[in-house]
């Protein structure tokens, strides 16, 4: 096998893992971003209540 030979099969395992992750990037990082916005979104849902004092004698 010459440099070239190696320097090919190198490109092709370089150019495999990327097409493998990239996919893997862009499914994760929708998942991420969908449950920060749904996240954020029941925060702002949510009422803030302060408690009563209730005095009972």
């Known amino acids: 096998m010459t440099l070239s030979d190696v320097t090919l099969i190198g490109?092709?395992?370089l150019v495999g893992i990327v097409v493998t992750i990239i996919p893997f990037l862009i499914i994760f990082g929708?998942?991420?971003l969908t449950r920060k916005l749904l996240a954020d979104h029941d925060r702002a849902n949510q009422q803030?209540?302060?408690?009563?004092?209730?005095?009972?004698?």
Not at 48 to 57: C, D, F
Request: proline letters at 6%.
């Open 30 to 32: 929708g998942l991420w």
């Open 11 to 13: 490109k092709k395992i």
């Open 48 to 57: 803030i209540t302060q408690p009563t004092k209730s005095t009972a004698s």
